[in-house]
């Protein structure tokens, strides 16, 4: 599992950086983005996926968490 940190973008939506692979790209879909849950597979428009624990409310952004990689662009 790696260290990640989500934001919000200055257009509204949200950004991943992976600081370890200095890779930064938007979230283009998160699987659960309720108000009593929020996380889940995240997907990037690179065509990656991640995967963060389902916390139990959305998060003040910026955020640190741990993610793993689910799937990885070629």
Do not use: H
Not at 7 to 12: D, L, N, S
Not at 15 to 44: C, H, M, T
Not at 59 to 71: E, F, G, H, M
């Amino acid at each position: 599992m790696a260290n990640i940190m989500i934001r919000k973008t200055a257009e509204g939506g949200l950004s991943f950086y992976l600081p370890k692979r200095d890779l930064e790209d938007n979230i283009v879909s998160i699987e659960f983005d309720q108000a009593d849950k929020w996380g889940g597979e995240l997907k990037l428009a690179n065509g990656g996926t991640y995967y963060v624990d389902p916390l139990d409310a959305q998060p003040k952004l910026p955020i640190s968490l741990r993610a793993k990689r689910v799937d990885a662009p070629e």
